[in-house]
């Protein structure tokens, strides 16, 4: 079955510390991957999609994420976080059934940013 | 303005009370979802339609319906409230891509307590 895993629940890090967060799916087609961000109280925020081409794509708020077939891998990364980061962030991978189509998405990775 | 709104942002009831939350949306899309967001859990599918004429049932669909009234509106129904359905709920609406999956786009979502 589809299934995407974000091993890391909570992840806590200094302002202008870099960033990775993890995302591992599985999917036997090509996936069409994406990260969202959901701050307190907010909704989700899409922040950078893949769907062919590149596999570095770049996002909003200056984050990048890398599409690694070999490892089923799609994380997320910024190379300095700022404060206004903290948030949840969610992993997701877009697939087709039956003609209908879905977002999975994993259990999301909490960032906690220490000043 | 909010291009995806749900109304109410907060609710509390208690179990065996029928609840309705609405969503409503200015972006012209034809494909509107519900999800539940539960810690820990991320976010699950409630129901999706693809058209005002096309309903179906999510991954955990059990105690919920839902009615999509016009193109922008979809409603989704608890007709008999209990604690476990106490989460956070969004609603998300998306256009049809030929090119594979589309992007989603979130409401601000609705607290929904059971007591």
């Known amino acids: 079955a589809q299934s995407v895993t974000q091993p890391d629940i909570h992840i806590t890090v200094s302002e202008g510390a870099s960033l990775e967060l993890r995302c591992n799916y599985s999917y036997g087609a090509t996936p069409y991957l994406f990260w969202y961000v959901q701050s307190p109280g907010q909704g989700l925020q899409l922040l950078l999609k893949y769907f062919s081409g590149d596999t570095l794509v770049q996002g909003i708020k200056g984050f990048e994420a890398e599409f690694k077939r070999s490892q089923s891998s799609f994380n997320l990364r910024k190379p300095s976080v700022h404060w206004s980061d903290a948030a949840e962030y969610f992993c997701?991978?877009?697939?087709?059934?039956?003609?209908?189509?879905?977002?999975?998405f994993g259990k999301g990775t909490k960032l906690t940013v220490n000043p | 303005d909010a291009d995806v709104t749900q109304t109410p942002r907060n609710r509390i009831t208690k179990t065996g009370k029928r609840i309705m939350l609405e969503c409503s949306q200015t972006?012209?899309?034809?494909?509107m979802y519900w999800y539940r967001q539960d810690p820990g859990l991320g976010l699950r599918l409630i129901y999706y339609?693809?058209?005002?004429?096309?309903?179906n049932k999510g991954e955990i669909s059990d105690g919920y319906s839902v009615s999509r009234q016009a193109q922008a509106k979809f409603s989704l129904s608890l007709e008999s409230a209990i604690p476990n359905q106490t989460a956070l709920y969004f609603c998300a609406t998306s256009d049809f891509w030929a090119g594979g999956i589309s992007m989603q786009f979130f409401g601000p979502g609705t607290r929904l307590t059971v007591l």
């Open positions: 972006k012209g899309h034809d494909r």
């Open positions: 339609s693809f058209d005002v004429k096309d309903i």
């Open positions: 997701a991978v877009g697939l087709t059934q039956g003609g209908s189509e879905k977002l999975v």
